[in-house]
């Protein structure tokens, strides 16, 4: 490497008389001292001396090199990312410098940039084996986002953990792999696994949105609700353009607002407003297990109470058989059997005075959501609970397109009387009815119009 002229800055006044001869001299000195606290492990003293160097003669890249090597062992690796850039600006031939340039960049999860900093060695030393290995690293890091992406699609998130973690090896300071990884953790009901993840990002960075939204999920999806959005709302402080945690705040404050809503109704002993509130609480975000429990649980209770009212108003009419009390007892009897039913409005998601044409457009959407062809590469949990929605979807649509079976549906009548066996129902013909045949339908066309 060519010596380079020294324009020292923020100089000693004292050494602004020496000559460019008497600085090199004299930061190679100091270069010399950075090398031998090296060598010690003393990487402190290193980057003090390795800087006083580069202060001596500012244009020197192999002191920028230097220095770069001591802040990674410092794990200081945007810093040391600096000076590496800095070094092979100032000797574009410098290999050492794209080395250590390209490490930083993988180590940070850039592997984009980091092949072009190998593939540059590769254009000065082409036998060079550190360039060719990381190379190597860094289409394997790139392989494991795109099989992570294509698994977070398919909310298989169990590969996208085991890709992170591959991804990992090589790009152990990553904070974007690492979120990922959290964030998946925790939608696998792995909290404590994906709080340490997000609490190890805070305690470098306090200000990182990503962490704060991973920390507000694990505490939101362990039914701390308050404490959740605290965190979601500190994220969208620090990026208030985070969809994931605007939606996730939106989704905590619902669930709290309509749970609220459905325990006064049930103090107030409205017990269907409480089972239609505690209903669509439990639409409102089907990923939140604990806390949804504590709805079903609420909406048991519900139901419970309707077979109190029953066996109340049985009394009531066997002490007084009035007709009033006998119009009593059958609609506490009617609203008993209609809180044990299915909701196949909610199902469809369309109001209960939706027209025809609305309720085949509901069905058309939800059924190629939930459709099992839709999610074959899921995991066998989701796959299970896909094909139950479907089949779901399928009944709510032969019921409710219908008239008659629709009006006896809505008047809490029995469907079995006409026939229909929901034990043996196969949604899969409905769907094929719906969409004209084998012929008519081809699902890779269709899914993205859902």
């Not at 490490?103 to 592997?111: F, I, V």
């Not at 709302?233 to 939106?250: I, T």
């Not at 939706?354 to 995991?379: C, F, M, N, Q, V």
Request: net charge negative; hydrophobic share 35%; charged share 35%.
């Amino acid at each position: 490497m060519a010596t380079e002229s020294c324009d020292a800055v923020n100089m000693d006044p004292d050494m602004e008389l020496l000559s460019d001869e008497e600085l090199e001299r004299e930061a190679e000195s100091f270069k010399e001292q950075g090398n031998a606290f090296y060598v010690k492990k003393d990487y402190a003293e290193a980057f003090n001396y390795y800087t006083k160097a580069i202060d001596m003669c500012p244009k020197n890249a192999s002191y920028y090199g230097n220095r770069a090597a001591t802040l990674m062992m410092l794990c200081r690796y945007r810093d040391a990312l600096e000076d590496c850039q800095q070094a092979v600006r100032l000797d574009n031939t410098f290999i050492k410098g794209h080395l250590r340039e390209g490490k930083c960049h993988l180590l940070l999860g850039n592997a984009m940039a980091a092949s072009r900093c190998f593939q540059r060695v590769l254009e000065l030393e082409s036998d060079n084996s550190q360039a060719q290995q990381e190379l190597k690293n860094a289409e394997s890091i790139l392989e494991y986002e795109r099989m992570a992406e294509i698994g977070f699609e398919k909310r298989d998130f169990r590969m996208v953990v085991f890709c992170m973690d591959r991804a990992l090896d090589s790009a152990s300071a990553c904070h974007k792999f690492k979120i990922l990884k959290a964030e998946c953790l925790a939608l696998l009901g792995r909290y404590p696994e994906a709080q340490s993840v997000a609490s190890d990002i805070l305690r470098m960075d306090s200000t990182n949105a990503d962490a704060l939204y991973v920390r507000g999920l694990c505490l939101y999806y362990e039914d701390c609700i308050d404490k959740a959005v605290q965190f979601f709302v500190q994220a969208l402080r620090m990026a208030p353009d985070h969809d994931k945690a605007r939606l996730a705040c939106r989704n905590a404050k619902a669930l709290k607002a309509k749970k609220e809503e459905g325990n006064k109704a049930f103090k107030e002993g409205n017990y269907e407003a409480a089972y239609e509130l505690y209903s669509e609480a439990l639409t409102i975000d089907p990923n939140n297990i604990k806390t949804n429990a504590k709805l079903y649980c609420n909406r048991a209770t519900v139901g419970s109470k309707y077979e109190e009212a029953v066996r109340d108003y049985e009394k009531v009419y066997q002490t007084e058989k009035t007709k009033e009390h006998k119009q009593l007892l059958k609609n506490a009897q009617l609203e008993l059997k209609k809180s044990k039913r299915k909701d196949y409005y909610k199902i469809l998601g369309v109001d209960k005075k939706a027209t025809e044409e609305e309720i085949k457009k509901a069905y058309r959407k939800r059924a190629l959501l939930h459709h099992p062809d839709r999610h074959s590469g899921a995991s066998a949990e989701v796959q299970k609970e896909e094909e139950k929605k479907f089949k779901e979807v399928g009944e709510a649509f032969s019921v409710l397109s219908d008239p008659k079976k629709k009006s006896r549906y809505d008047t809490g009548q029995d469907l079995e009387d006409d026939g229909m066996n929901m034990g043996d129902f196969d949604a899969n013909n409905i769907f094929k009815a719906f969409f004209g045949g084998p012929g008519g339908f081809s699902f890779e066309g269709n899914i993205c119009s859902v």
